[in-house]
């Protein structure tokens, strides 16, 4: 295809509440929203004008990663973009199997080049009337819906926020987790729920393998997994704390490609991989972490960043994988935004629709998406 223009627009979304992690507190959400304009090729292989979109999850600061929103979108106007358009003038097919080769001597930025792909992705599946599911290859038409509860002042909080999305019919309960806020919670969500109901932590690599012990105690309460309880850096780590533990091991922050989930699965850290398109640098390596980890025999389940109805609608897509056999942080639009900058995501039985219409299938409504605009840039070849 061919990249004429991409605007970089930078909107703020309020949250329904405050959303607690081990690392910070979110009162709103700055995403960074990608429109690009070009040609690509049609059903019938002529050449017709697109428009694709995409969102980066980096956050506002550099806490859950190294990246953070102001910094993608420089590395994509200084770095990315200027790289992808000299490539077209030289001659190369920019498409989205090229762009993560292309990019590749810019070392880093995962989050950033996966929403510069995910852009290009959207544009070639619209201009020819596919949708990213369907590309994908996916094998259901709805994911069941996971939610990620935050942590909060206290323990009653706790139990009527996991109330109120029990009742919304969410098919799991992934508590946040950090010292100090772990066994308490989880055991009184225990004792509240029943065992029946789905539940799992993340920690958001908030504890060290000193608190070996503590972690071992939540093996009581029959977790789905635990996540990420150790730092990026500590893949070992991990696979040592896994011998100690009956929980399986599950890892989000650590695995940043494919070739670091293969060897976090031959250490033995990882029983199941938290997939995230942008912490891995985009919608295609995530499904070769898919390939892999169902290769390996390991489950997946798709991850969540706050996004906006895009990210959610490529997510919902990428979750349609025969491999993701654990319910995702897929959840409706209304359990972080009161307005959504698409058509929101809403719950139905416990699941969320995958968009079957092209490419991602969703776009922003001109209007929301205009009233929470702070700035944007529009980046064409020079
Ligand atoms: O459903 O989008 C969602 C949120 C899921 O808890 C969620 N994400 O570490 O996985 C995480 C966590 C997160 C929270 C990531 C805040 C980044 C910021």
Same mark, same amino acid.
């Given at each position: 295809?061919?990249?004429?223009? !991409?605007?970089?627009?930078? =909107? ?5 509440? @405050? ?13 960074? =929203? ?34 953070? /929103? ?12 200027? %790289?992808?358009? *000299? ?6 097919? !920019?498409?989205?199997?090229?762009? +993560? ?5 810019? =070392? ?7 929403? =510069?792909?995910? *852009?290009?992705?959207?544009?070639? #599946? ?6 990213? *599911?369907?590309?994908?290859? *996916? ?6 819906? &996971? !939610? ?7 323990? @009653? ?19 946040? /987790? ?20 789905? #539940? ?12 070996? @012990? ?41 695995? %940043? ?10 250490? $033995? ?8 398109? $942008? ?29 906006? &109805? ?12 025969? +491999?993701? %056999?654990?319910?995702?942080? /897929? ?18 039985? +416990? ?5 079957? +219409? ?6 922003? /409504? ?8 702070? $700035? ?7």
């Amino acid at each position: 295809m061919r990249i004429e223009s !991409v605007e970089l627009r930078h =909107v703020e979304l309020p949250l329904v509440s @405050p959303f607690t992690t081990s690392f910070s507190t979110q009162t709103r959400r700055h995403a960074l =929203v990608l429109r690009l304009d070009g040609t690509a090729a049609d059903a019938s292989g002529a050449l017709a004008s697109v428009t694709g979109w995409a969102e980066c999850v980096a956050l506002a600061d550099p806490f859950y990663s190294p990246e953070y /929103i102001d910094g993608c979108a420089d590395v994509i106007k200084r770095y990315l973009l200027p %790289t992808l358009y *000299a490539a077209q003038d030289a001659g190369t097919d !920019v498409t989205a199997e090229t762009v +993560g080769y292309l990019l590749r001597h810019i =070392v880093g930025q995962p989050m950033a080049k996966s929403a =510069v792909e995910m *852009a290009v992705l959207d544009a070639q #599946l619209r201009a020819r009337g596919e949708s990213l *599911a369907h590309y994908f290859g *996916a094998v259901r038409t709805s994911v069941p819906s &996971g !939610v990620s509860v935050g942590i909060m002042d206290t323990v @009653p909080e706790l139990l009527d926020a996991v109330a109120g999305y029990v009742e919304q019919g969410y098919v799991r309960i992934k508590l946040k /987790i950090k010292p100090g806020w772990d066994l308490a919670p989880v055991r009184a969500v225990r004792e509240r729920f029943g065992d029946e109901l789905l #539940l799992q932590v993340d920690a958001n690599a908030a504890y060290t393998l000193v608190d070996a @012990p503590l972690l071992r105690r939540l093996d009581a309460f029959n977790l789905l997994l635990i996540e990420q309880p150790l730092g990026e850096d500590d893949v070992f780590q991990h696979a040592q704390l896994a011998k100690l533990m009956t929980t399986p091991m599950c890892l989000d922050e650590s695995i %940043t490609s494919a070739k670091s989930a293969a060897d976090a699965i031959s250490l $033995g850290a990882v029983d199941v991989i938290n997939i995230k398109p $942008g912490r891995v640098g985009g919608y295609l390596e995530a499904r070769r972490i898919h390939d892999l980890a169902k290769a390996h025999g390991k489950a997946v389940w798709c991850g969540g960043m706050l996004e906006t &109805g895009l990210g959610r609608a490529a997510n919902a897509a990428l979750a349609g994988l025969d +491999g993701f %056999t654990l319910p995702g942080d /897929i959840s409706a639009s209304d359990r972080f935004y009161a307005q959504d900058i698409t058509e929101p995501f809403v719950l139905r039985d +416990g699941r969320i629709d995958i968009p079957q +219409g092209p490419g991602i299938g969703v776009e922003p /409504i001109p209007d929301v998406l205009a009233s929470f605009t702070t $700035g944007s840039e529009v980046l064409t070849p020079s």
